[in-house]
């Protein structure tokens, strides 16, 4: 029921920008915690960004100051804006809703779209 659609990726030279979108559907994104995670090949998933449902975020000290995550409510979208890209930011972006109720905890994933940076 839970889905998230990730896409926006591709290929851009350093210094360059890009915008990830996470289409959601079967939950409402202003509802839940929202979070973009990164893999590069050979090492482990790493904490990108969070957005949480009253509005406040946190970022990796790798990327504060470049990346933006923000969310659209009527579209029931989240997005991460990357500027100034670099080469370690290449890497699979995938979305992540962290789904909350009085008796679980869930975490749901898209299936991720490939971000590479090279001139």
């Known amino acids: 029921q839970v889905r998230l659609v990730e896409s926006g990726g591709g290929l851009v030279q350093p210094g360059g920008s890009l915008r990830l979108s996470c289409i959601a559907s079967g939950i409402v994104v202003g509802f839940h915690d929202m979070g973009w995670f990164r893999q590069a090949p050979g090492k482990q998933r790493e904490l990108v960004a969070t957005?949480?449902?009253?509005?406040?975020?946190n970022y990796a000290d790798s990327v504060k100051g470049r990346f933006t995550i923000s969310r659209d409510n009527a579209k029931n979208t989240v997005y991460l804006q990357m500027n100034s890209l670099k080469p370690d930011d290449t890497a699979a972006y995938y979305c992540n809703a962290d789904i909350r109720t009085l008796g679980s905890r869930e975490n749901y994933w898209g299936q991720g779209t490939q971000v590479t940076v090279s001139s």
């Open positions: 957005l949480t449902t009253g509005g406040s975020t």
